[in-house]
């Protein structure tokens, strides 16, 4: 009887289907987001490099000499800021709200309880591998400056080729 169970058990994890995530657009949407892409750049200030300042906010445009950010201010304003290139230390882009699930660390590594005395060997390997995807995740969500240079930032910009002809930074809201 038991073995029937199981077999049932298993049966029915061959009709769970993968599907399509609700959240990600139709594909016909892919560029036509108006906005350009949430960054963090840590920008040196002065002559000592050991001041730096991190900015946070839209990335608006790149252009020959500086980056241009839509940064949120308390209140709820915005102030666009131009940061000359020789000042950025680092930044990190971000593509997208990471969809980690941590909680899956602890409930899996404790569900090898049900492994009897083999949870010695399978609760390690739980917890590696639900940690090891979890920071895969986390990662994948953003780049940095050794996966892109500023250049390659340009088309996920507001403004890819640069603030056009007659706007300026004070413009932008």
């Known amino acids: ?27 016909s949407e892919f560029g036509k987001f108006e906005h350009g892409l949430f960054i963090r750049v840590w920008e ?10 991190e900015r946070k906010g839209e990335l608006i445009a790149i252009d020959s000499d500086s980056l241009y950010t ?13 940061i000359h290139r020789k000042r950025v230390n680092s930044y990190n ?7 980690t699930s941590f909680w899956t660390i602890p409930v899996f590594t404790l569900a090898t309880v049900s492994h009897g005395f083999f949870a010695i060997l399978t609760a390690p390997l739980n917890l590696f591998g639900t940690s090891l995807t979890q920071a895969y995740i986390l990662r994948e969500s953003h780049s940095q400056e050794s996966d892109l240079n500023l ?11 640069g603030l056009p002809p007659g706007l300026s930074a004070k413009d932008i809201h």
Do not use: W
């Open 44 to 53: 040196e200030q002065g002559l000592n490099s050991s001041n730096i300042i």
């Open 70 to 82: 839509l940064v949120y201010l308390p209140g709820g304003d915005t102030l666009c800021m131009g």
């Open 151 to 161: 250049d390659e930032l340009a088309p996920f910009a507001r403004f890819p080729r």
């Open 93 to 99: 882009l971000y593509y997208a709200k990471p969809n």
């Open 1 to 27: 009887m038991r073995t029937k169970q199981i077999v049932l058990l298993l049966l029915s994890f061959s009709f769970v289907r993968c599907g399509n995530f609700d959240h990600l657009k139709d594909q």
